[in-house]
């Protein structure tokens, strides 16, 4: 799925086509597991902090197939395309606090205040049960400082702060149950006891708080198994400590049966944006998950409307890059289907299988810039031979480009022409030209 145009062209097709990296699709990361994404603006970006689900170590005496998690990533981008890794910025051995063979550093959150950057964690403490910690940095991302002792009156997990529009600070965590504390000025103590929000909807845990202010209204939003795995929902207040009301589900319970879901929301450049989890990588095991980002939007009223998850992402993919088909916003139902390239490696992506006649998958918004390219190149295996036709925003618009496919059982780049590509932004539809079973990894333009 990642590989390189010009690890696959020969060196005539690979002269003419350069890949441009680019994760604009779901998941956003592949390359390793990540979850309980909390997304920030800062410095004009988008720096998202999940944590980081690994294989249970060598030695490693915790709970049998549970999560595994010792340190953090943050992810930085500022086209919702390109997401830089800057590597860890905490883990567990770091924290003097906390015990290092807990590996349960969960759900984190980061936020700026006075010229620096707060970041709240939960880890088990030496002396048992969960605290929410605090790392400090001048840069979003990093180096941080852990400070030597937990948050005092504190004892919970998932952590998420909101800073109103006066300075003030709240602390938002859960332990079954969803708590806010009022921070003071420095950030790192509470203002007396922490309030449990036990009016909300009763059946079921309530975790993983998120809050966030919109047009003077505060969103609490919180995942919670009203059935048998956890959903997203929502309460409404005009205070930040409540009280709140319940007022709908933003995410229906995963069709993939990932038992949790864990997020966050953030307006980005007047889009609001849903970032949450799922097991895309781990489809056997939902303690090694990928986060992942949706499109969110409100009705006049201020409710939000329910997201519907997509493998398609958020992100405008350039036509130069090696476009993920098998991430499609649409297909024709019958005689498509999406599996891993590598089922001992699933962070290698997937592959589209098509095996009906005229069967096609649609990938929106992919950005052709001035239009005019000239070549199409596609990764594909082809046992009886066949044919790709590609097209532009429908399914049955005209052909830009159709390749023959030789016969033959490896992976091999077949390459073309393509006539009249317009300049902008279009949705690429690419079908399949005969009724042979084709097997494709991805498409670039040029």
């Known amino acids: 799925m990642k590989l390189s145009l010009r690890h696959w062209l020969p060196a005539t097709v690979a002269g003419l086509l350069q890949a441009t990296a680019a994760f604009a699709t779901n998941p956003l990361i592949v390359d390793q597991f990540t979850a309980d994404p909390t997304a920030r603006v800062f410095e004009g970006k988008v720096y998202v902090y999940p944590s980081h689900d690994i294989k ?98 504190v004892k919970g997990i998932d952590p998420a702060v909101l800073i109103g529009k006066d300075g003030s600070a709240y602390l938002y965590y859960s332990l079954d149950k969803i708590f806010v504390a009022k921070l003071k000025p420095n950030m790192l103590e509470i203002e007396g006891e922490p309030i449990v929000f036990d009016y909300l909807p009763k059946k079921g845990l309530q975790e993983g708080p998120f809050v966030f202010e919109r047009n003077g209204l505060y969103y609490l939003t919180y995942p919670h198994v009203a059935n048998k795995t956890e959903r997203l929902e929502y309460a409404t207040s005009t205070s930040p400590l409540g009280p709140f009301k319940h007022a709908g589900v933003i995410l229906d319970e995963a069709e993939s049966g990932c038992w949790t879901v864990h997020h966050s929301i953030l307006d980005y450049r007047g889009q609001w944006y849903l970032f949450y989890h799922d097991k895309d990588l781990s489809p056997a095991f939902d303690k090694n998950r990928a986060i992942r980002a949706d499109k969110l939007f409100f009705n006049s009223d201020g409710t939000i409307r329910k997201v519907t998850p997509t493998l398609r992402g958020v992100g405008l993919v350039d036509a130069k890059s090696e476009i993920q088909i098998d991430r499609y916003s649409a297909t024709s139902g019958a005689g498509v289907a999406v599996s891993f390239l590598d089922e001992a490696n699933p962070h290698a992506g997937w592959k589209t299988t098509f095996s009906a006649e005229k069967s096609w998958v649609r990938f929106n918004e992919v950005d052709f810039e001035r239009g005019g390219q000239k070549s199409i190149a596609v990764r594909a295996k082809a046992p009886g031979g066949g044919a790709l036709e590609i097209r532009l925003d429908k399914h049955d618009g005209p052909v830009i480009g159709r390749l023959q496919l030789g016969r033959g059982a490896e992976w091999n780049i077949a390459s073309g022409v393509t006539s009249s590509v317009p300049a902008g932004v279009h949705d690429l539809f690419v079908t399949q030209g005969g009724a042979e079973l084709i097997e494709v990894d991805w498409v670039s333009f040029r």
């Open 56 to 153: 249970a170590p060598p030695g490693y005496k915790g709970k049998p197939n549970w999560f595994v998690m010792e340190d953090y990533h943050v992810f930085s981008s500022e086209n919702l395309t390109d997401w830089k890794d800057h590597g860890v910025i905490l883990k567990q051995t770091d924290v003097e606090w906390a015990d290092p063979a807990a590996y349960a550093m969960w759900a984190p959150d980061s936020v700026f205040k006075d010229g620096k950057y707060y970041f709240y964690f939960p880890a088990i403490a030496k002396t048992g049960g969960f605290r929410i910690g605090v790392a400090i940095a001048d840069k979003p991302y990093g180096p941080f400082k852990p400070e030597a002792t937990y948050i005092e009156g």
